[in-house]
T-cell receptor, first 111, second 117 residues
Framework: DQQVKQNSPSLSVQEGRISILNCDYTNSMFDYFLWYKKYPAEGPTFLISISSIKDKNEDGRFTVFLNKSAKHLSLHIVPSQPGDSAVYFCAASAYGNKLVFGAGTILRVKS | GAVVSQHPSRVICKSGTSVKIECRSLDFQATTMFWYRQFPKKSLMLMATSNEGSKATYEQGVEKDKFLINHASLTLSTLTVTSAHPEDSSFYIC?????????????FGPGTRLTVL
């Protein structure tokens, strides 16, 4: 049972444009969400997180939006840069318990 | 962000030998550390959760006698793959958690590529 789903296996975006990565979840107990970026043969790098009491969190070029009623969150990267090309994982936690990861989305930013 | 290191980054061993992987939180104390395994083109699979000074909690299907986890201090956790076999070849990643008011942050090590011949 996939509690966290990233339905788009890949996304291709032109440099300078906005990248929007989506994530859906099924467990209404999730109260904390994180986004990670991962390069091949490296560990994930933490990008940004959001608590369920908020609907938006922004950090530089990265903004995460949370829609609790739709059980949906998205990561916006603007402007996209070639160095953003990587695999992006969303993850969720309920009451500080273990993170549940999505399958990841490969982002390719074309220059 | 906080820094988590892993050693070694890459190891090749013969079938039947044991391999130890170290995970350290360099600039913070981590009460909880996690060990993950990643298969090619797959998401991260949680193997076990370890808390300092107590036994690790293993996920369903993970052999605790094969994957020995020790969390000796607030900055060090080790994973020992005992009697390794080729099917244990994988990318192993540790993670350390920092509990913050109102949230959690979890940081990952760079991973260890294990190849069992």
């Amino acid at each position: 049972d996939q509690q966290v789903k990233q339905n788009s296996p890949s996304l291709s975006v032109q440099e300078g444009r906005i990248s929007i990565l989506n994530c859906d979840y099924t467990n209404s107990m999730f109260d904390y969400f994180l986004w990670y970026k991962k390069y091949p043969a490296e560990g994930p790098t933490f990008l940004i997180s959001i608590s369920s009491i908020k609907d938006k969190n922004e950090d530089g070029r990265f903004t995460v939006f949370l829609n609790k009623s739709a059980k949906h969150l998205s990561l916006h990267i603007v402007p996209s840069q070639p160095g953003d090309s990587a695999v992006y994982f969303c993850a969720a936690s309920a009451y500080g318990n273990k993170l549940v990861f999505g399958a990841g989305t490969i982002l390719r930013v074309k220059s | 962000g906080a820094v988590v290191s892993q050693h070694p980054s890459r190891v090749i061993c013969k079938s039947g030998t044991s391999v130890k992987i170290e995970c350290r939180s360099l600039d913070f104390q981590a009460t909880t550390m996690f060990w993950y395994r990643q298969f090619p083109k797959k998401s991260l699979m949680l193997m076990a959760t370890s808390n300092e000074g107590s036994k690790a909690t293993y996920e369903q299907g993970v052999e605790k006698d094969k994957f020995l986890i020790n969390h000796a201090s607030l900055t060090l956790s080790t994973l020992t793959v005992t009697s390794a076999h080729p099917e244990d070849s994988s990318f192993y990643i540790c993670s350390a958690r920092v509990g913050l008011a109102g949230g959690i942050e979890q940081f990952f090590g760079p991973g260890t590529r294990l190849t069992v011949l």
